[in-house]
T-cell receptor, first 116, second 113 residues
Framework: GAVVSQHPSRVICKSGTSVKIECRSL??????MFWYRQFPKQSLMLMAT?????????EQGVEKDKFLINHASLTLSTLTVTSAHPEDSSFYIC????????????FGPGTRLLVL | AQSVTQLDSQVPVFEEAPVELRCNYS??????LFWYVQYPNQGLQLLLK??????LVESINGFEAEFNKSQTSFHLRKPSVHISDTAEYYC???????????FGQGTRLTINP
C-alpha cells in the first residue's frame, strides 16, 4: 500500500526556536498534502491543505505566519513551526493524496512536538 | 460545514462478540464517508469508504458500514471481533467534490479475551 513517512517522529525544542517537520510520500506522487494537529484524547483537526507548487490553504484560526507550509515537490511537504511556544506542543500528522475528491488520504505516523 | 459525532469514546467487548461503532454526521450537501483505523503506535489507515452506489461497504478484514442518508449515519459493524481489532477508530466526512476531511472524536475499541 501507499506509504507516507514523517520526520522526525519526536522533537523537543526550546521556546522561541523553529522546528521543521517533513512529510514524504514514498511510493506515490501526492497532488495534495494535508497537515493535522491532534491534542490528547481529541480528534484530528485540519490545519492546512497544500498543493504542489502553490500556496497552502489554511483553516480558520490557524496562523499562516506561525505554521509555514512548503510543498516543493509531489513527494515532499514541510511544516515549520516558527518561534515555537509551549502551547504549540502537540501531535502533528500529515497525510497525502494521489488524487482528487473521494480519493484515499494516506497518513504519516505523526510527529510529537514538545516545546519547553 | 460538516460535522461528525462518534457517540462512544470507548467500546469494550469480548473477543468473538459483535460490535457496532456509531457515527452520525451533519452536512447540508452530499458527502463521502470514511472509517479510518489507528492501531497502537501506527498512523491512520483507511478501513473503508462510501462514495456512491451500494450503501453497504465492506473492508477486507470483516468490518462493514452502512450509509443511511435519512438517519445521517455511517455505523461500523463487525459480527465477531478479534484481539487484533484493538485500535482507535475514526469516522470522517468530506463534501462530494472536496478532499478536506472532517473527523469525529474517535472511538477506542478494546477487545477483552
Amino acid at each position: 500500500g501507499a506509504v507516507v513517512s514523517q520526520h522526525p517522529s519526536r522533537v523537543i525544542c526550546k521556546s522561541g526556536t523553529s522546528v521543521k517537520i517533513e512529510c514524504r510520500s514514498l511510493d506515490f506522487q501526492a497532488t495534495t498534502m494535508f497537515w493535522y494537529r491532534q491534542f490528547p484524547k481529541q480528534s484530528l483537526m485540519l490545519m492546512a491543505t497544500s498543493n504542489e507548487g502553490s500556496k497552502a490553504t489554511y483553516e480558520q484560526g490557524v496562523e499562516k505566519d506561525k505554521f509555514l507550509i512548503n510543498h516543493a515537490s509531489l513527494t515532499l511537504s514541510t511544516l515549520t513551526v516558527t518561534s515555537a511556544h509551549p502551547e504549540d506542543s502537540s501531535f502533528y500528522i500529515c497525510s497525502a493524496s494521489p488524487g482528487g475528491p473521494g480519493e484515499t488520504q494516506y497518513f504519516g505516523p505523526g510527529t510529537r512536538l514538545l516545546v519547553l | 460545514a460538516q460535522s461528525v459525532t462518534q457517540l462512544d469514546s470507548q467500546v469494550p467487548v469480548f473477543e468473538e462478540a459483535p460490535v457496532e461503532l456509531r457515527c452520525n454526521y451533519s452536512s447540508s450537501v452530499s458527502v463521502y464517508l470514511f472509517w479510518y483505523v489507528q492501531y497502537p503506535n501506527q498512523g491512520l489507515q483507511l478501513l473503508l469508504k462510501y462514495l456512491s452506489g451500494s450503501t453497504l461497504v465492506e473492508s477486507i478484514n470483516g468490518f462493514e458500514a452502512e450509509f443511511n442518508k435519512s438517519q445521517t449515519s455511517f455505523h461500523l459493524r463487525k459480527p465477531s471481533v478479534h484481539i487484533s481489532d484493538t485500535a482507535e477508530y475514526y469516522c470522517a466526512v468530506s463534501h462530494q467534490g472536496a478532499q478536506k476531511l472532517v473527523f469525529g472524536q474517535g472511538t477506542r475499541l478494546t477487545i477483552n479475551p
